[in-house]
């Protein structure tokens, strides 16, 4: 473990370093999701998140809310498709490149 400028050890620094900082963080994330509901504490991260694509898709508030709130739920499955076909299109280049 590293230490912090008081002498004490970075549990953190240790984490990055050892590589299981992703696990440790899962783990975190198991444990508080089987003590509370995750749409509780999610809520306005997803309200914000949907909050950008309603910007994409009408900047100037000018669409009525309903329609508005359509456009943006379309957007953002766009934006995760389109996630989705980049990621299916580097594993297909990195199998490409695997094989003999």
Known sequence: MSRTPEGRHSIRAAA??????????RIGGLALASQQDPKVYTSAA????LRTFE????????????ERTR???AARKLHFSRLSYASAKARRER???AAP
């Open 71 to 73: 456009r943006a739920l």
């Open 46 to 49: 997803r309200a914000a998140f």
């Open 95 to 97: 199998r490409k490149g």
């Open 16 to 25: 990055l370093r050892d590589g299981f900082a992703s696990l440790r963080g």
């Open 55 to 66: 910007l994409q898709v009408d900047p100037h508030g000018e669409l009525p809310a309903a």
